[in-house]
């Protein structure tokens, strides 16, 4: 369950937190990216219910799997095709007619990678370091998974949403958090089901609680970007969208 946990994750603490920075600005085509979280969020929680219902088993159907994996090339591939919003960025430096000198420019990616690199480290020990010592208290794998190891796979988002908001690039920040939850759904979830040996199964607390949860954190983000004719998220909302991460992780350390 940590593709879940991080989608919550992505949609409610590091958007909040980035929102905090300044306003997010939705393109049309970032605003089409949450419904299709909506749907297949919707779409994952119909589809156990109905088979613990029929079956008494609350587990994921291996098709469900196949769906999200064949969503992956079609998704890209329109992704792709919605050209019609310019991203607008495009490099500043030919706004004085000067260019960037190729040393500076390898400089500035070799700090990238280097920084990419640390952070990615830094994640993997902060996981596993928590990881262990959440075992020792006693807390289940699906606990584990949907909080402790989502948060630190989400840490490299953070950084970047932050310096996003903070050069007004909010709607990049935006558009990369939905992209990721969306790969986590569709790539990651679609691998995990369809491959997996035996059926996943799907704590009760997750059908009842979590899992709805997750599609009430994208319905309540759909109606704050278009609660106004501008789709835009505004420090407000960042709040709110904290608030109610601190109320899932509570709940999970609660059932714990």
Known sequence: MNALGSVITNTTLILGVGALYGTIAVKKKSALNVWLILGSLTALFTTVLVKRTISGKADIPRFLGIIFLI?????????????????NLVAKDGDDG?????KVVMVMIAGLLGSALLVAVSSAVLVATV????????MSEAVISATIVALGTSLPE??????SVKKGYGGLAF???????????????GTTIT?????????????????PLAIGIVTYMIVAIYNTKKRELTRLEGSLFIVIYLIYLLFNLVSA
């Open 175 to 189: 558009g990369n958090l939905l992209g990721a939850s969306l790969m986590n759904i569709f790539l990651v979830l």
């Open 98 to 102: 000067v260019r960037t000198p190729k």
């Open 131 to 138: 990881q262990v010592a959440a075992k020792r208290l006693g």
């Open 195 to 211: 491959f997996s040996k035996t059926a996943i199964q799907v704590p009760m607390s997750f059908l009842q609680v979590i899992l």
């Open 71 to 87: 969503a992956v090339p079609i998704y890209l591939y329109s992704y792709l095709k919605r050209s019609d919003e310019p991203t």
């Open 158 to 163: 953070l950084s970047t949403v932050i310096v």
